[in-house]
């Protein structure tokens, strides 16, 4: 069996308080989602629910976009771009420019009268990711007194304990607030409410807050429950709104009842039930667990965090990163919530950088980069649900605007699944986010080998989406297919004549998409036999779209034309999606030595400026096999992208969940791919990671996968067939190894490569020859 003694680094923790909100730590339910600050004389809990957004759904899509797009593709071809630009700011975008945002709910305050921060002593704060629990503690005199919060999932609701260990010592006052569109109302001595709207046509809300006292009394004062003389105190909070439930005040109100009924002790064992599957499912170590180590854990976490941002080495914050990371999208995407936006679900302002929506030219795919390999996969099933909800919208998007059959959307979506394009010209003109979606559908499949999920989710939102893209092809006279007008995100090109443009025609990313959601899509019409014709009509299309081109530089070029850039060191990488997270151009040498010299060519001038885009090209040096390269970014995450409390953010200070969730993806890329048709252990294994362990990774074709490694070797790993397939297998370093069942040597590896029947079900050891 593979040994996974190692105990990984699971616990943020800090020795005082959050001064500001990027220092706060997140609980999450998948739906209701909080930061505690851990403030001694008032602490501030921030709210959040998954379906708090302002406005309702509106239909923008724009009628004069069908007739503007002809006139727009021959200024293109004529190059007026300034023309081009003004028309389609005019002729195709939305109707209304904006979505709307997603909000805070508001804010759980706890007063604590005579608690000084000058005078507590012993103080600690930490957020343990095997458990979900934030805590905190402090000494006051001879009383030492602790806070317990966390989110249930089991009991939807969020749950603050305080206690004190001397009796008769807790006292404190609790109420709710929200600066805009609520009011609150006592219910009793013991129970408040805060009910509200985000704005005029936002969602309608419902917040309840109880206390349940032991020992001492609770009693009301002005809008806010006040309890004395109490040995503990268990605060219960529900939420509930209007876009899921018509009588959601009701809802709450019995959410209340039944979480407020039960023990303490029991939420907090049906919490720890519920999360800790989900964590457990993955185990990571990357320290050797030496004495230096252990020193290093023992830091508060921004101590470390500084350390790493002065130049100094931190590995197990590496690995802390990730464990947080799996934290984050555990704690925002539950089966039956909204899909993680731009920030999972932890938002503080009503007016949120970029809405705190959905971004999808690159953002919310990379949420759900991890889902997959980090075995997490029914976490992925909110952002099918995103697609669903985008179809019918998306349909009358593809009609009206386009004149096209199938669905689409364009670089933002929001809780009602708008597609139509938003904000201007230049980053919203861009039709391809559905068919990038569907990516995550197929995914799915390769992962499970679930041919009803196939058949019954996937394929026909790829049909669609396929559909879409046929139609909006050009042919010209010679029969070659393009793509346009439309942008590569979010970046600019300069003509010779000076004029500098971002809408174009037959960007790299687009034609990467196409060529690969048209493969995706007759792979999956043969499985399922369906739609022959259609089948031929994907493959063509698919052959007559612009081969990759090869620049000036070495470079793959970005646009069709071997334009000058006007920012060679852009943060989106976007024409190399086709190394990840699709594969297409890692197939020819050519393409393979362009992507690495145009990823050469972007950090040169300065690019990797973002958190997302670091997490981004950590995920490409993996591809690429060039592991520190790839850690060398990592690093520079923690260094320049990252606040106190790990969470990710984009200059200056905003935070975006993405840059979390792609690091995740990016570490499990150096450590197992297989995007190639087989499964390739340690692929991309960094020097500096010279010894770790790595338990349930999962590959595509149906295996779980553990490793373990020495000296910057493989030691032995471990396959659990999930679905029968046939298993490939690629050794690290060309090593010879051993594969057995049951006991018994069933085949080896022969030049590094071996290929061996499974049976659902069966593990299979590897060891090193």
Same mark, same amino acid.
């Given at each position: 069996?593979?040994?996974?003694? #190692?105990?990984?680094? /699971? !616990?943020?923790?800090?020795?005082?308080? *959050?001064?500001?909100?990027? $220092? @706060? %730590?997140? =609980?999450?339910?998948?739906?209701?989602?909080?930061?505690?600050?851990?403030?001694?004389?008032?602490?501030?809990?921030?709210?959040?629910?998954?379906?708090?957004?302002?406005?309702?759904?509106?239909?923008?899509?724009?009628?004069?976009?069908?007739?503007?797009?002809?006139?727009?593709?021959?200024?293109?071809?004529?190059?007026?771009?300034?023309?081009?630009?003004?028309?389609?700011?005019?002729?195709?975008?939305?109707?209304?420019?904006?979505?709307?945002?997603?909000?805070?709910?508001?804010?759980?305050?706890?007063?604590?009268?005579?608690?000084?921060?000058?005078?507590?002593?012993?103080?600690?704060?930490?957020?343990?990711?095997?458990?979900?629990?934030?805590?905190?503690?402090? #000494?006051?005199?001879? /009383? !030492?007194?602790?806070?317990?919060?966390? *989110?249930?999932?089991?009991? $939807? @609701? %969020?749950? =603050?304990?305080?206690?004190?260990?001397?009796?008769?010592?807790?006292?404190?006052?609790?109420?709710?607030?929200?600066?805009?569109?609520?009011?609150?109302?006592?219910?009793?001595?013991?129970?408040?409410?805060?009910?509200?709207?985000?704005?005029?046509?936002?969602?309608?809300?419902?917040?309840?807050?109880?206390?349940?006292?032991?020992?001492?009394?609770?009693?009301?004062?002005?809008?806010?429950?006040?309890?004395?003389?109490?040995?503990?105190?268990?605060?219960?909070?529900?939420?509930?709104?209007?876009?899921?439930?018509?009588?959601?005040?009701?809802?709450?109100?019995?959410?209340?009842?039944?979480?407020?009924?039960?023990?303490?002790?029991?939420?907090?064992?049906?919490?720890?039930?519920?999360?800790?599957?989900?964590?457990?499912?993955?185990?990571?170590?990357?320290?050797?667990?030496?004495?230096?180590?252990?020193?290093?854990?023992?830091?508060?976490?921004?101590?470390?965090?500084?350390?790493?941002?002065?130049?100094?080495?931190?590995?197990?914050?590496?690995?802390?990163?990730?464990?947080?990371?799996?934290?984050?999208?555990?704690?925002?995407?539950?089966?039956?919530?909204?899909?993680?936006?731009?920030?999972?679900?932890?938002?503080?302002?009503?007016?949120?950088?970029?809405?705190?929506?959905?971004?999808?030219?690159?953002?919310?795919?990379?949420?759900?980069?991890?889902?997959?390999?980090?075995?997490?996969?029914?976490?992925?099933?909110?952002?099918?649900?995103?697609?669903?909800?985008?179809?019918?919208?998306?349909?009358?998007?593809?009609?009206?605007?386009?004149?096209?059959?199938?669905?689409?959307?364009?670089?933002?979506?929001?809780?009602?699944?708008?597609?139509?394009?938003?904000?201007?010209?230049?980053?919203?003109?861009?039709?391809?986010?559905?068919?990038?979606?569907?990516?995550?559908?197929?995914?799915?499949?390769?992962?499970?080998?679930?041919?009803?999920?196939?058949?019954?989710?996937?394929?026909?939102?790829?049909?669609?989406?396929?559909?879409?893209?046929?139609?909006?092809?050009?042919?010209?006279?010679?029969?070659?297919?393009?793509?346009?007008?439309?942008?590569?995100?979010?970046?600019?090109?300069?003509?010779?004549?000076?004029?500098?443009?971002?809408?174009?025609?037959?960007?790299?990313?687009?034609?990467?998409?196409?060529?690969?959601?048209?493969?995706?899509?007759?792979?999956?019409?043969?499985?399922?036999?369906?739609?022959?014709?259609?089948?031929?009509?994907?493959?063509?299309?698919?052959?007559?779209?612009?081969?990759?081109?090869?620049?000036?530089?070495?470079?793959?070029?970005?646009?069709?034309?071997?334009?000058?850039?006007?920012?060679?060191?852009?943060?989106?990488?976007?024409?190399?999606?086709?190394?990840?997270?699709?594969?297409?151009?890692?197939?020819?040498?050519?393409?393979?030595?362009?992507?690495?010299?145009?990823?050469?060519?972007?950090?040169?001038?300065?690019?990797?400026?973002?958190?997302?885009?670091?997490?981004?090209?950590?995920?490409?040096?993996?591809?690429?096999?060039?592991?520190?390269?790839?850690?060398?970014?990592?690093?520079?995450?923690?260094?320049?992208?990252?606040?106190?409390?790990?969470?990710?953010?984009?200059?200056?200070?905003?935070?975006?969940?993405?840059?979390?969730?792609?690091?995740?993806?990016?570490?499990?890329?150096?450590?197992?791919?297989?995007?190639?048709?087989?499964?390739?252990?340690?692929?991309?294994?960094?020097?500096?990671?010279?010894?770790?362990?790595?338990?349930?990774?999962?590959?595509?074709?149906?295996?779980?996968?553990?490793?373990?490694?020495?000296?910057?070797?493989?030691?032995?790993?471990?396959?659990?067939?999930?679905?029968?397939?046939?298993?490939?297998?690629?050794?690290?370093?060309?090593?010879?190894?051993e594969i057995r069942h049951g006991g018994i040597a069933i085949a080896s590896t022969v030049s590094g490569e071996a290929e061996f029947p499974t049976v659902p079900g069966a593990v299979y050891e590897i060891s090193v020859r």
């Amino acid at each position: 069996m593979l040994s996974t003694e #190692r105990k990984q680094e /699971t !616990v943020l923790h800090y020795l005082k308080p *959050a001064a500001k909100w990027l $220092q @706060a %730590l997140p =609980v999450g339910s998948g739906r209701i989602g909080a930061m505690v600050h851990g403030e001694i004389n008032r602490e501030v809990i921030q709210l959040n629910e998954d379906t708090v957004w302002a406005r309702g759904p509106v239909n923008r899509n724009n009628p004069d976009s069908l007739a503007a797009m002809e006139e727009i593709r021959r200024l293109l071809s004529e190059g007026r771009l300034e023309e081009a630009h003004d028309l389609a700011d005019m002729g195709m975008m939305g109707v209304s420019r904006r979505q709307p945002p997603y909000q805070t709910l508001g804010e759980l305050n706890l007063f604590f009268p005579g608690h000084r921060g000058s005078d507590a002593a012993e103080y600690r704060r930490e957020l343990d990711l095997e458990t979900g629990i934030v805590k905190i503690s402090y #000494r006051l005199g001879d /009383t !030492v007194y602790t806070r317990e919060i966390f *989110a249930s999932a089991a009991d $939807q @609701a %969020l749950i =603050v304990r305080l206690t004190a260990d001397r009796p008769n010592r807790l006292r404190f006052g609790a109420n709710l607030s929200r600066k805009f569109d609520s009011v609150t109302e006592m219910k009793g001595t013991d129970t408040v409410s805060l009910d509200g709207q985000c704005g005029a046509w936002g969602t309608r809300f419902h917040v309840m807050l109880k206390a349940i006292a032991e020992g001492g009394t609770s009693r009301s004062l002005g809008d806010h429950i006040v309890v004395e003389g109490a040995d503990a105190a268990t605060l219960v909070l529900t939420v509930s709104t209007d876009f899921r439930y018509p009588d959601y005040r009701e809802r709450c109100r019995e959410e209340l009842i039944q979480a407020a009924g039960i023990p303490y002790a029991r939420l907090r064992e049906r919490h720890t039930d519920e999360y800790r599957p989900w964590f457990d499912r993955m185990r990571l170590s990357l320290s050797a667990g030496t004495e230096a180590d252990d020193e290093l854990r023992r830091l508060p976490t921004d101590e470390r965090l500084a350390r790493v941002k002065n130049g100094e080495a931190d590995i197990g914050l590496i690995e802390l990163y990730f464990h947080f990371g799996r934290y984050l999208l555990i704690a925002s995407s539950r089966p039956g919530t909204i899909a993680a936006n731009l920030q999972g679900i932890w938002n503080d302002s009503y007016v949120p950088s970029w809405d705190s929506k959905y971004t999808i030219n690159i953002n919310i795919q990379m949420n759900y980069w991890p889902a997959e390999v980090c075995n997490l996969a029914e976490l992925h099933v909110p952002l099918f649900d995103r697609l669903n909800a985008m179809l019918p919208n998306g349909r009358e998007t593809a009609r009206i605007q386009y004149g096209a059959r199938g669905f689409m959307c364009h670089h933002n979506t929001d809780l009602w699944g708008d597609t139509a394009p938003t904000d201007f010209a230049r980053a919203g003109l861009w039709q391809m986010g559905a068919a990038w979606l569907c990516y995550h559908l197929w995914e799915h499949y390769l992962y499970s080998q679930d041919r009803a999920f196939l058949a019954e989710r996937a394929y026909p939102l790829m049909k669609e989406a396929g559909l879409f893209v046929l139609d909006f092809l050009l042919e010209d006279d010679e029969g070659r297919l393009h793509i346009g007008p439309t942008v590569s995100p979010e970046n600019s090109y300069r003509l010779p004549n000076g004029q500098v443009g971002r809408i174009c025609m037959d960007p790299a990313m687009d034609v990467q998409i196409a060529r690969g959601l048209f493969e995706r899509c007759a792979a999956a019409a043969d499985i399922l036999q369906a739609d022959e014709e259609l089948r031929s009509e994907w493959r063509a299309a698919g052959g007559k779209l612009p081969e990759p081109k090869i620049g000036r530089f070495g470079q793959l070029q970005e646009w069709d034309e071997d334009y000058e850039e006007a920012d060679p060191g852009h943060r989106h990488v976007s024409h190399l999606f086709g190394v990840f997270p699709d594969h297409q151009l890692l197939r020819d040498e050519r393409w393979s030595r362009a992507a690495r010299s145009s990823l050469e060519r972007r950090l040169e001038y300065g690019g990797g400026g973002t958190g997302w885009s670091l997490a981004w090209i950590v995920s490409l040096w993996a591809r690429l096999l060039e592991g520190d390269k790839a850690n060398e970014m990592l690093e520079k995450l923690l260094r320049v992208s990252t606040a106190d409390n790990l969470l990710d953010l984009h200059p200056p200070q905003i935070f975006q969940i993405d840059g979390n969730l792609g690091a995740v993806a990016g570490i499990a890329e150096l450590l197992l791919q297989s995007h190639e048709g087989a499964v390739r252990l340690l692929p991309a294994l960094p020097s500096s990671w010279p010894e770790g362990h790595a338990k349930g990774l999962r590959a595509r074709g149906g295996f779980e996968v553990s490793l373990q490694w020495q000296a910057g070797s493989l030691k032995q790993a471990e396959i659990v067939s999930q679905s029968g397939s046939v298993c490939k297998l690629i050794a690290p370093a060309r090593l010879e190894l051993e594969i057995r069942h049951g006991g018994i040597a069933i085949a080896s590896t022969v030049s590094g490569e071996a290929e061996f029947p499974t049976v659902p079900g069966a593990v299979y050891e590897i060891s090193v020859r």
